[in-house]
């Protein structure tokens, strides 16, 4: 479970351009959920995001995750404990590398190695079995390197370098954002089936409310700063987060 305690974010402190997200802000994850955060731009989704993965320091308060304090952990700390996929398919994956290379790196998360042992071919089966679950043909292309690859197929492949040590929390970003409806619904299936066979705690960034909805567990909408609806995802309809957004928000429907 992931436990946010009496949080507050400023950006610009104690200038004339100060801008205050939270304010002593209290939120609970659901352990082994996928919780969809929503809401208009500027409500502070992302920056919820990246306060969890360390990136972005709070000015107060506490994150705890599975009873563990990580409030004072750097990001690279952090990242033993947390999967993240971004909006931007670039950004999970070393272009450069290959595929073998990339999972290989993203399996030795947390631990110790050298780059000259980087490369267990006992390995590649594995690989090669996640791969075949995304029924993309990436399982071929082993030693392919990931900047020839379409946006949706490096998507796929972050998803599944994030889950693959299936860590305490997979934060995602507006994951399907930058694709084309056909793959982010591919991707979106793909997510579905990965949180729920590695029963793994989520929080997912999402500005398609129908996504949300129907692949979360728990809807949690934001107005600057502020939690305005909380509901399990089986209790609320499109119609009513977009009735929401336009009575209690700012009339712009994501």
């Known amino acids: 479970m992931l436990k946010i305690k009496e949080l507050s974010k400023s950006f610009n402190k104690n200038t004339e351009n100060e801008i205050r997200i939270f304010d002593e802000f209290n939120l609970s994850i659901d352990k082994n959920k996928c919780t969809a955060i929503i809401g208009p731009n500027g409500c502070g989704k992302s920056t919820l995001l990246n306060l969890n993965a360390g990136n ?34 670039s950004k999970g994956v070393s272009p450069s590398l ?18 000259n042992g980087l490369i267990k071919k006992n390995n590649a089966k594995r690989y090669i079995a996640l791969l075949k679950e995304l029924d993309l043909g990436l399982e071929k292309k082993l030693d392919t390197k990931v900047k020839f690859l379409s946006g949706g197929q490096r998507q796929c492949l972050s998803l599944i370098m994030a889950a693959m040590k299936h860590p305490d929390l997979l934060l995602l970003d507006e994951h399907t954002a930058a694709l084309d409806p056909k793959t982010s619904n591919l991707i979106m299936h793909k997510t579905k089936e990965l949180i729920e066979k590695y029963a793994i705690t989520t929080m997912m960034v999402s500005h398609n409310m129908r996504d949300a909805i129907k692949f979360s567990d728990r809807i949690v909408m934001l107005d600057k700063g502020i939690v305005v609806l909380d509901k399990l995802s089986t209790d609320v309809t499109e119609e009513e987060l977009i009735r929401i957004y336009k009575e209690k928000l700012t009339g712009n429907v994501a």
């Open 56 to 89: 972005t320091a709070l000015d107060q308060g506490e994150i705890l995750l599975n009873g563990r304090n990580i409030t004072k952990l750097n990001e690279e700390d952090r990242a033993v404990y947390l999967g993240r996929v971004h909006q931007d398919p």
């Open 98 to 115: 290959t595929i073998l290379e990339n999972m290989s790196l993203a399996d030795k998360k947390g631990d110790r190695f050298s780059l």
